[in-house]
């Protein structure tokens, strides 16, 4: 099993920034495809960004193309979030999550293994 820890959230002003943590654990993560979602109240989850971290390649949700940065430290397995320009609808719970495969998804479906969500909230 991989177990995936999320730190780095809070409360913020909108305007503000945050990165977010995801520590992953159990396995080298060098031939993963590693994302995030989030999911504001009564919402469903949905797709923010991924990295394959073997050859680097991003991916972003139209939502926050050019606001967030997702990288990654192999050696570290820890993936991050750079959050910028934060807005009110950021608000959410964000998820990191893992694949084991070399194609990028924005499915939920297909992501294995799943951390347990950091807070996000950006105030007005």
Do not use: H
Not at 37 to 62: C, H, M, N
Not at 70 to 96: F, H, R, W
């Amino acid at each position: 099993q991989v177990q995936l820890v999320e730190s780095g959230g809070g409360l913020v002003q909108a305007g503000g920034s945050l990165r977010l943590s995801c520590a992953a654990s159990g396995r080298t993560f060098s031939n993963y495809i590693m994302g995030w979602f989030r999911q504001a109240p009564g919402k469903e989850r949905e797709f923010v960004a991924a990295i394959r971290w073997s050859v680097g390649t991003l991916f972003y949700a139209d939502s926050v193309k050019g606001r967030f940065t997702i990288s990654g430290d192999v050696a570290k397995n820890t993936v991050y979030l750079q959050m910028n320009n934060l807005k009110p609808e950021d608000t959410a719970i964000y998820y990191c999550a893992a694949r084991p495969s070399s194609i990028i998804s924005i499915s939920i479906n297909d992501y294995m293994n799943w951390g347990q969500g950091t807070q996000v909230t950006v105030s007005s």
